[in-house]
């Protein structure tokens, strides 16, 4: 296989899967990679093991499980007898470099993935015997883990077989070792469509039914869940009752975002009616994050969430008097932080009541 017809394959898939609608919202398709690690050789080729490797690669996913890039790695080795099968040379090294396509199945679809590696190119072989090329294959495991928005790392091991029949006759063929760790930068996603705006409340009847408050905690009895609360009590968005924390149920946040989606508006609102019927309230805004990325950055991002929702609230009327924001990290999970769902749930703000 000569690289004109590589490139035209990977130019068929590009063109096949350019347009794909399979990725989730907010993936990043595309991908350049650099490699480094090791190199056993075949022992019949009588180099020394332990030679660095060296590779680079740029790709995308199909879909959310299954990925192609072309690839490019070279490594030197010392060949050690070469005196002793070409005397009076002067070449003592056996040099391999190979480009290709390698494909990737992913599985599961957590934040590391371990997954199955297959690939096919040419490698091209020079020391002291010959030079050439000759069609290799590449089989190995590997893992990928997601490091931040735009970032992952990978490890790897790969099996390759290379038709170099001339080297050493009458071989006719090597099989090789290869163990690398690889950085890859990820581009090309777009940022999560957010959810479509509530529809607006129905109008209000022209007589409002008698006693739309029996209780006087501010929740009119229609949405009312606990309608017989005890007087001056500090309730929730239900009206039922709290003793410390207010649950902002449906305040989350996009991945890496501070900013305050539509569907939380129209929950915030009514933590604002909340409020100002019970004035006496002082409450902290407490902003929180999922675990992907730094201990250190997640900190400044709940901070920016809570005061993102803080700002609101007074931006509605609410006295900054009785309003203060902390940020608490990843420190404090409501669900598991292995999935996207439980991590969408951990993107959240409450509201924890200081004094009453």
């Known amino acids: 296989m000569r690289i004109s017809k590589l490139i035209t394959a990977l130019t068929s898939a590009v063109v096949l899967f350019g347009s794909s609608t399979l990725f989730a919202d907010g993936a990043e398709p595309w991908h350049f990679t650099a490699q480094v690690g090791g190199y056993n050789l075949d022992s019949a080729r009588d180099t020394s093991d332990g030679s660095v490797w060296g590779s680079v690669g740029f790709g995308r996913f199909l879909g959310n499980n299954f990925s192609v890039d072309f690839e490019y790695d070279t490594l030197n080795s ?39 590696a297959a690939g096919l190119g040419r490698t091209k072989h020079r020391s002291v015997l010959d030079e050439g090329t000759a069609t290799a294959i590449s089989l190995g495991l590997g893992l990928k883990g997601q490091l931040a928005r735009h970032w992952s790392v990978n490890a790897q091991v790969l099996w390759r077989q290379d038709g170099d029949s001339a080297s050493l006759a009458p071989r006719n063929h090597f099989q ?43 929740v009119l009895n229609e949405r009312d869940k606990c309608p017989n609360t005890r007087p001056g009590a500090v309730v929730d968005l239900d009206g039922c009752e709290v003793e410390a924390v207010i649950s902002l149920e449906g305040v989350h946040f996009d991945f ?28 902290e805004v407490a902003g ?59 993107r959240r703000v409450e509201l924890i009541v200081l004094d009453r």
């Not at 070792?177 to 890859?184: A, F, K, Q, T, W």
């Not at 969430?305 to 309003?323: E, F, H, M, P």
């Open 78 to 116: 010392d060949f050690d007898n070469y005196n002793v099968v070409a005397p009076g040379a002067t070449y003592d090294n056996w040099k391999l470099s190979t480009y290709g396509l390698m494909g990737r199945y992913y599985l599961g679809d957590n934040a590391w993935r371990p997954y199955i």
């Open 176 to 218: 090789d070792l290869i163990y690398g760790l690889g950085l890859s930068f990820d581009f090309g996603g777009t940022e999560p469509a957010p959810a479509p705006a509530a529809a607006p409340p129905a109008p209000a009847p022209a007589a409002p039914p008698p006693n739309p408050d029996l209780d006087g905690d501010g």
């Open 288 to 346: 929180h994050t999922d675990s992907v990325g730094s201990e250190e950055y997640n900190q400044g991002l709940s901070e920016r969430r809570a005061n993102s929702v803080k700002d609101y609230l007074i931006s509605q009327g609410v006295s900054a008097t009785r309003l203060t924001a902390r940020g608490y990290g990843e420190a404090q999970p409501v669900a598991s932080n292995d999935t996207d769902a439980g991590r969408a749930q951990n």
């Open 256 to 283: 890496d975002k501070a900013t305050l989606r539509p569907d939380a508006i129209v929950i915030l609102d009514k933590a604002v009616g909340l409020l100002k019927s019970q004035e006496r309230v002082v409450v």
